[in-house]
Every structure is written in structure tokens, then in C-alpha cells.
């Protein structure tokens, strides 16, 4: 049974910059696609990027393109998702998600940041 | 940007049956999966591929493909149905993953 854990919870500076990690158990790590979902409060998912682990390729949204870095470390079967020059904006609960096939079929229980001065 | 699109809010009886849709110009090339979302909770995958369903998922809930609409139909409505519903697809090339803004569905 896959499972995936996150690191805590985050509070930030703006400015800044967060790494949340994403442990995973279960399974052959190096065969993953991880990808990164953020729902700030009270909204919808919002998909920021994705690592093919084995490849180690990555792509990312638009929106977060060069603020966002993502990365996976085989040894520990861990991948990481930065983000950096951190806004009230960016203040949410962010998940990693195993990727099969483009379903996101099992989650991570949600990391929550929170960007304030 | 391409964008996926639901209705805000769906409200339904008990043991009705409520209907979500999604539409995006590239449904009909890439498939879509729906999610459900409880308060405080992560997303559970609740159909994949337009119309199939994971195990361990009640068989009220449903998925279809129809042009540049897919519609999740749950059955038979409970009051544990009652959450956040998000469609999620790719655009056209199939790298970038894209979900819709949500649907809260009510029961009454």
C-alpha cells in the first residue's frame, strides 16, 4: 500500500522561500510521477508541477514557472517541492500526489504554509 | 490558458440523483478523472478515465464523456456525498494537469 507523508506545517516571511517534503513508502519510488497540488483556503486545487522520478524530468505550470522547483531524491525515496519569493497569495495547504496513468491516485496528508510578516 | 469548467454548486434530495459537469475544449482528446473533497481532507480519486471507478468506490457514483462535456453522476444520493467535487484532465499536449474550479454539492 503506497503512502505518501509530508513534513509539517510552514510559517513564512515574505520573500521567503518553503521546501515541503513528501516521504513515500510502499512502493518502487523510482517508477513514480509525483505531482504538486496547492488549495489555498477556502478555494479549488490549483496543479503547480510534476517530477518523472525515474527521468528525473520535471514540468510546471505556467504560473509558477520559475518560482517553483521540484525534485526527487532516490535514496530516500523523498521528493521536495520548493517555492520561493513566497506572497500572502501562496498561503495554502500543499499536496503531493502520486500519479498513475494521469490519475492522482494516492495523496499526501497536506502541508499547510503560511506566508505572513 | 486552457481551463476546465464547472458549475459552482449542485443541490439534491436524499436518494435523488445529482448530476456534475465539466467542459473543456480538449475533452476530447484527453480523459478526465473526478475527485471528491471533504472538509479537511485530501481529494479521493471517485472515477478515472471518463467512466471508470476506482476500487472500493460505491457503485452510485458514475462517470461519462459526451464531446467537450464529462458528467460525474452519483445515484441515490447520501448525505455522506455531501463535498467538494473537482474534475481534473490535461490540455491537449498531455503534459500540463488541470483541474476544474470545484463543485459544491449540497444535500438537502
Known amino acids: 500500500q503506497v503512502q505518501l507523508v509530508q513534513s509539517g506545517a510552514e510559517v513564512k516571511k515574505p520573500g521567503s522561500s518553503v521546501k515541503v517534503s513528501c516521504k513515500a513508502s510502499?512502493?518502487?519510488?523510482?517508477?513514480?510521477?509525483i505531482s504538486w497540488v496547492r488549495q489555498a483556503p477556502g478555494q479549488g486545487l490549483e496543479w503547480m508541477g510534476r517530477?518523472?522520478?525515474?527521468?528525473?524530468?520535471?514540468d510546471y505550470a505556467q504560473k509558477f514557472q520559475g518560482r517553483v522547483t521540484i525534485t526527487a531524491d532516490k535514496s530516500t525515496s523523498t521528493a521536495y517541492m520548493e517555492l520561493s519569493s513566497l506572497r500572502s497569495e501562496d498561503t495554502a495547504v500543499y499536496y503531493c500526489?502520486?500519479?498513475?496513468?494521469?490519475?492522482?491516485?494516492?495523496w499526501g496528508q497536506g502541508t499547510l504554509v503560511t506566508v505572513s510578516s | 490558458s486552457y481551463e476546465l469548467t464547472q458549475p459552482p454548486s449542485v443541490s439534491v434530495s436524499p436518494g435523488q440523483t445529482a448530476t456534475i459537469t465539466c467542459s473543456g475544449d480538449?475533452?476530447?482528446?484527453?480523459?478526465a478523472y473526478w475527485y471528491q473533497q471533504k472538509p479537511g481532507q485530501a481529494p479521493l480519486l471517485v472515477t478515472y478515465?471518463?467512466?471508470e471507478r476506482p476500487s472500493g468506490i460505491p457503485e452510485r457514483f458514475s462517470g461519462s464523456s459526451s464531446g467537450t462535456t464529462v458528467t460525474l453522476t452519483i445515484s441515490g444520493v447520501q448525505a455522506e456525498d455531501e463535498a467538494d467535487y473537482y474534475c481534473?484532465?490535461?490540455?491537449?499536449?498531455?503534459?500540463?494537469?488541470?483541474f476544474g474550479g470545484g463543485t459544491k454539492l449540497t444535500v438537502l
Open positions: 500526489a502520486r500519479v498513475k496513468e494521469d490519475q492522482l491516485l494516492v
Open positions: 510502499g512502493g518502487t519510488f523510482s517508477s513514480y510521477t
Open positions: 517530477i518523472i522520478v525515474l527521468l528525473d524530468i520535471t
Open positions: 480538449a475533452l476530447p482528446k484527453q480523459y
Open positions: 478515465k471518463d467512466s
Open positions: 481534473q484532465s490535461a490540455d491537449s499536449s498531455g503534459t500540463y494537469t488541470i
